[in-house]
């Protein structure tokens, strides 16, 4: 039995949400010390398109995900929101092959980059004492 | 001779009280710079005058004709840098135009610099009460009251030169500089006066103070989270009207673009809308030439970039936020500071004695110039402008060591100080977490508490957790309830995080509880195990535990540190710089900031300057003239 090594985890490294086959939590998974995965909003893509098609045309497209919505951001780029995500990797696949595919990627969250609450730095140090490692 | 090359020279400081020229020698002589002078001139400065150096290879003789050929000759400097050549005041002909004497001077290969005959005045600080504090603007070793890192106190004269660039211009109304976070309290007393009052197309409505692009959006960007408001009276506070703080601007043009929500959080979607209104210059857009973005996240985003791409070809300066997980950019990518972008600036956090403060992102690439961190700024225990009154209330768990919340299954979840090492108040569930046992399959385990937030007109939720999951089935939620009882009987997801999974000790964690503000909100923890065998010391645990609620108001003040206070004082240099300069563009701008800062030691291998930004000094940047001709008898 030793003591358990801490790992310090940055604060700005945290949390979220919902298991990836579900809609209903805000966010994907984002919990975990020393993890630097992307973050992004569950289901809400970025499309941005050629040959100017319809919003019908790309929920058409996008139908075996369930389009929940399509709104134009700015010219040629659109907010897609899906009811069933299956990953950045597999509606990029999906998508390469519409004819007015130019590129998609996950509507990211960023954060504001205050550094308010020092107290976490020496929370960083924690252990639970008995637990082996 | 005609030249009609760039010209790159060195200026030497000039620094004159009311009409009497001093050279300086040792330190202060010989920072570089480029020379020449274009645009439309701005500042005190004596008319039909300018300040002609030549290079140490010109005689005196051919000097004074040189001069001559400009104007006549007015004074000769008797005590001229060491290693330089002649320099004379020389008094322009009847009607010549003083930009392009000092144009065409500048040009000449024989001129080390031309540069108009400034005016100078004794400093006076402002009056603002709480001037004295403002350590980033003037440092003079002072204790920053409320500090909350280090020791709160400094290094005399470690600041960014602020009121010897004041005696330049300290007005920046004229250039819109855009706030893109979470707002801005453009009621506070401090700022009300500096923010814009137009009429901007919202995505619904019409605003005057900026735009909010949060979700649906409107028209309303007020600050809910306080971060903006903060940022915005750095570079913009109301200065000199014997009131709270002063912004690097004493006087300026805010405006607000809400991309972050109450929680300091946005999207791609927020933040690419709210930057294309910012530096949009058609009617209705925001028509920023600064941009100020002090936030941050880890992915290489192509909408964002293209954004920013449209930003440079507006000719906007974006000063942007390093971070503040202490991570070294050559290794771990963070954006938009790692954009390549030339019209970013991405700022580092110095602390009161200009050493890089413990947070503080950096970039020690070995090839100088590819580090994306450029430059660092003041950024701890910085005091500035804030939405509204924070009211905390914390939560230890406990009534004399018996847990006081509500569970659904007796000794299910627990509360303990001597769990955790060092010690704190702990919720957790099972009892494995902390004693080592294997939790048993199929547990479906609430606690939750009820905190009357009907007093707010909003609230976060902040926490540490430790989560340690093995299997996908395994799920720890927080959940809030606004009509009361058990948040997990019709209550909202605000949380979640599924197995396999260890935070490895605790993460701390945020979100927003503006969806139950009501006397009878209740929020809750649960861990549910699957039918699959779990590991040892399995189990969730909560600590520091708080809730703050959030109320507006027009007269408060707060000290905050990140590198989100660190940008926006580059961003106020950078409205200082264009208030002064219309005609520079963006390049002349980066480039005058980072040409202009203090060399310190402990940002040498950290940035790509190795310099904290100095106001005064990125004042005194003359860019290169372009494609000036000159004939030289």
Known sequence: MGNRSAVAAAWLLFFCCAPPSSSSGPRETRIGGGLRHEERVHGEYLLRVKGAPSIAEIESYFAPYVAKGVSMIEKDLYLLKLENDPGPETI???AKSAPFFLSIQPNYIYRALPRNRMNNEKLNGSTKPNEPR | MIR????????????????????????????????????????NYVPGEMIVQYKNHVGNL????????????????????????????????????????IKAFAAN???????????????????????????????????????????????????????????TVSNCASVVVAVIDSGVNYNQQDLTANMVNGSYTCPVGTGTRGCDFVGTGDADPMDTNGHGTHVAGIIGGVGNNATGISGVCQTASILAVRVLDTNGSGTTVDIVEGLNFAIGTTAGKGNAKIVNLSLGGPSNDAAFSAALTTANNNGVTVVVAAGNATQNHNVTHDYPCDYTHSNIICVAAADQNYGIASFSDFDNNATVANRTVD???????????YYGNDTVIADTFNTAGTLNWTTNVVNSWYYSNGCLNPAADLLYSPASFCN???????????????????????????????VQLKNSGDTWT??????????????TTLLSATGPIDTGGLVAVEDTLSGCLTAACTVGFRVITDATANNLWDGAGIAYFSITGKTPATNVYSVLNGTSMASPYVAGIAALVKARNPSYTNTDIVNAILAGGDVEAAFASKT???????????LKYIPAPDGVTLTSP
């Open chain 2, 62 to 101: 051919s000097a004074a004709q040189l001069s001559r050929n400009g104007g006549s000759v007015a004074h000769e400097f008797h005590y001229s840098p060491q290693g330089s050549g002649p320099a004379h005041l020389v008094k322009l002909r009847s009607g010549q135009d003083l930009e392009s004497a």
């Open chain 1, 92 to 94: 990029t696949d999906f």
């Open chain 2, 478 to 491: 927080l959940n809030s309830a606004s009509a009361g009882g058990d948040p997990f009987a019709g209550g």
């Open chain 2, 608 to 618: 790509k300057t190795g310099m904290v930004a100095d106001a005064f000094g990125a």
């Open chain 2, 375 to 385: 430059i660092a700024a003041p950024g701890t225990n910085i005091l500035s402008t």
């Open chain 2, 436 to 466: 080592g046992t294997t939790p048993a399959n199929g547990l479906n385990y609430i606690v939750y508490k009820n905190f009357n937030l009907s007093a707010y007109t909003d609230a976060s939720i902040s926490f540490n957790a430790w």
């Open chain 2, 109 to 167: 290969p024989d001129v080390e610099f031309a540069q108009p005959n400034y005016i100078y005045h004794a400093k006076v600080a402002p009056n603002d009460t709480s001037y004295g504090q403002l350590w980033g603007l003037k440092n003079t070793g002072q204790t920053v009251t409320g500090f909350s890192y280090g020791t709160g106190a400094g290094t005399l004269g470690k600041d960014i030169d602020a009121e010897t660039a004041w005696n």
């Open chain 2, 4 to 43: 009609t090359s760039r010209i790159h020279q060195t200026i030497g400081r000039t620094i004159a009280a009311s009409l009497i020229f001093f050279w300086l020698h040792g330190n202060l002589l010989g920072r570089p710079a480029q020379g020449g002078v274009t645009g439309n001139l701005q500042g």
